[in-house]
């Protein structure tokens, strides 16, 4: 490996997130009368230096000017000043423990503040360049040290001549002053570190801009915490998702977009190029198309519970794991389920319309309770059993059919099949998933199994019902009330038209898709979805994809693992761990799972080893992706 160059950081927005002088303002300050507009001057000065329009020494001595300093004032900056690392300096600390030899802090700031967080990083005193402040016999800040070519124009590239450092030299920094020590051949590289703030003109003159330490690490061939730098992995997230999910993804250091609507296949194809995670609810068709034109795409979560708009076998094909919220919305679905019921029993729907119109009619004909009737749960999965228990409680007699063997809770009764529990419901409500087998499951043949004048709900899927059908099953007055949650053709966003044979028809609710669109339901899926994620992303965890073989997996924690999805196929992991040993790698653990399409080995090795070496392993046969963590 060719030899660590030496990393000089700037202190102020960039080891620490403040500007030394304006959080010292707000101590000094306070509340005190003007202080909001000595503040914003200051903030002003601080701009105007950092972007090179004001010779730094003058920044220095004007802001100086302006605030009533005291060693007191300095000395609770410095006590506070190791909780404001830099989120990505935090997570980066035995990176600086481990490389103290070739670290430097340079800085205009001063000694006293800088000095406890360079004992927090490992940086030794002498390795720490900066101003000194001065203050009078009775403790004022007067000034800072003359002599000191820090406290003056271009005083960065002087000090680091100073040094007569040998090897390679990098300089991190957010301002003109440290982009200057690249113009003045000071160092090799400057990176305009942008984590904290983002100064345009620096970013200019910049060889490369690091929206985090990791990005410097990685480009410099340095081992930080990730092995690649999180804020370019690219996350794109459609279809108007919770914003706690883009929280608690921008929080774990991921790049995150967000649009409201679904987008169609062209244009999902469009945007997913170096796109790494797509976020979707039910309304984006990810086809196989779209996978085999993506061309970073490591997952994609479904921020519901119905997964059929995702093909995922073809998602197998790519290695890419798909995930979904199996149980953050079934409440909100079954809740919506019992109020339809009651609404549809007494025609609450249309008597509201009528209602609007000036129509009043009062009527206790054609209403009834719940209570006493009987309830057909066709799909007996999360919602629909919870559903039963709901129901039973409101004193209605359940049945159910599902294709599979399902607990029958409480009094409710298994079907031996739909048509027999046709035979029996006074409403018949549809739970079934969405898959392609279920396509007009319910079309003329059931409605006219169901009892007179019954109820039908469907808030599965659109497809599963032949709409026409249920139309004209309404019409004969088979069916005497209906409502519909989701439908064949939806409307991408809330701005497209919305078009159904049901519009208009009596007893007849229609509502948006919205089963599982409450304000609890949302926000928990995001927090869900958004943590399988990261488990994936951050470990290699795959509990609850719905695609690859499930593997529940600690931290990586002092050693580094690799990951290796792979076809199915005969001798897959002899060839791996034949390629392992032959890279001498140390394996201190291993997991292998599969299913029918898809394996999954996840190996723990010794962090020693040339990463030149696990080049083979990408080209293995079989190999669907493979990647590292650290
Ligand atoms: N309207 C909305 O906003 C929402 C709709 N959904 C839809 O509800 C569906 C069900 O959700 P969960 O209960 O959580 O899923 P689940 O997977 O727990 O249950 C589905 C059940 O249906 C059964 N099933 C499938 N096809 C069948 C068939 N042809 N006949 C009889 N049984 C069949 C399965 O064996 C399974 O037990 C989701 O897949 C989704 O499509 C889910 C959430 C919100
Ligand atoms: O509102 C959504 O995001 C879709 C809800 C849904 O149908 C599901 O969770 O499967």
Redesign the pocket.
């Known amino acids: 490996m060719s030899a660590r160059p030496t990393l000089i950081f700037d202190f102020d927005s960039t080891l620490v997130d403040f500007e030394t002088l304006e959080a010292l303002a707000d101590i000094a300050l306070a509340d005190a009368p003007g202080a909001a507009e000595t503040r914003a001057q200051i903030a002003a000065l601080t701009d105007q230096a950092m972007a090179g329009e004001l010779e730094f020494g003058e920044a220095l001595r004007r802001r100086l000017a302006l605030l009533p300093l005291t060693r007191a004032h300095v000395a609770a900056l410095a006590h506070t000043a190791s909780d404001h690392l830099t989120a990505s300096v935090r997570r980066n600390l035995n990176f600086f423990q481990q490389n103290k030899g070739k670290v430097v802090i340079l800085s205009g700031g001063f000694r006293e503040v800088i000095a406890p967080v360079a004992e927090e990083l490992g940086v030794s005193p002498d390795r720490i360049l900066c101003n000194d402040v001065v203050y009078d016999a009775d403790d004022h800040v007067i000034g800072v040290d003359d002599a000191n070519p820090l406290s003056h124009a271009n005083g960065k590239p002087a000090a680091i001549h100073a040094l007569n450092l040998s090897g390679r030299v990098v300089m991190i920094g957010d301002g003109w002053n440290d982009a200057e020590v690249k113009i003045a051949g000071a160092a090799d590289a400057f990176y305009a570190f942008t984590e904290v703030v983002r100064r345009a003109p620096v970013v200019q003159v910049a060889d490369a801009e690091a929206a985090s330490l990791d990005e410097v690490l990685h480009a410099e061939g340095l081992v930080g915490r990730w092995s690649f730098p999180r804020s370019r992995m690219k996350m794109l997230l459609l279809e108007n998702i919770h914003p706690a999910a883009v929280e608690r993804l921008e929080e774990a250091g991921y790049s995150v977009e967000t649009q409201k609507g679904a987008l169609d296949e062209d244009d999902l194809i469009a945007a997913i190029k170096g796109v790494h995670v797509l976020g979707i609810r039910?309304k984006t068709t990810v086809s196989r198309r779209v996978l085999e034109e993506a061309d970073r795409l490591m997952a994609v979560a479904a921020f519901?519970?119905?997964?059929?708009q995702i093909d995922l076998d073809a998602a197998s094909d790519h290695g890419v794991a798909v995930f979904n919220a199996?149980?953050s919305?079934?409440r909100?679905?079954v809740e919506?389920a019992i109020g339809l019921m009651i609404v549809l029993m007494r025609d609450v729907a249309d008597k509201s319309a009528a209602m609007h119109v000036g129509k009043w009619n009062k009527s206790a004909t054609g209403s009834k309770e719940l209570r006493g009737k009987t309830l057909g749960i066709?799909?007996?999965?999360?919602?629909?059993?919870?559903l039963s228990v709901l129901a039973e409680n409101l004193g209605m007699r359940v049945l159910f059919?599902?294709?599979?063997e399902?607990l029958a809770l409480g009094n409710a009764r298994r079907m031996r099949s739909?048509d027999a529990l046709l035979g029996e419901s006074d409403v018949v409500t549809l739970?079934?998933?969405?898959?392609k087998?279920?396509a007009n499951?319910f079309g003329a043949a059931q409605f006219a199994r169901m009892k007179e004048g019954a109820l039908f709900l469907n808030?599965?899927?659109g497809h599963?019902v032949d709409v026409g059908a249920l139309s004209q099953a309404m019409g004969s007055g088979r069916v005497a009330g209906a409502a519909v949650?989701?439908f064949p053709e939806e409307p991408r966003t809330n701005a497209d038209p919305f078009e159904s044979p049901l519009q208009g028809l009596p007893n007849m609710i229609l509502t948006p898709?919205?089963?599982?669109?409450t304000e609890e339901?949302q926000e928990a899926i995001a927090e869900f979805a958004a943590e399988r994620l990261l488990g994936y992303l951050n470990r290699g965890d795959t509990t609850f994809s719905v695609n690859l073989p499930n593997v529940q997996l600690a931290e990586v924690s002092g050693t580094h693992r690799i990951l290796h999805i792979h076809r199915n196929q005969p001798g897959v992991l002899a060839e791996l761990n034949r390629a392992l040993a032959s890279a001498g790698l140390n394996i201190l653990g291993q997991h292998l799972k599969t299913d029918e399409r898809t394996g999954y080995v996840i190996t723990d090795v010794d962090r020693d080893y040339d990463p030149e070496a696990l080049r083979e392993l990408k080209t293995l046969p079989g190999t669907l992706k493979f990647r590292t963590l650290q």
Do not use: E, F
């Open positions: 039910s519901c519970i119905g997964t059929n199996p149980y919305n079934t909100s679905v919506l066709v799909g007996y999965g999360a919602i629909g059993s919870q059919y599902d294709l599979s399902r739909l739970h079934v998933d969405g898959r087998d279920n499951i808030l599965s899927r599963v949650d989701v898709h919205i089963g599982g669109s339901a």
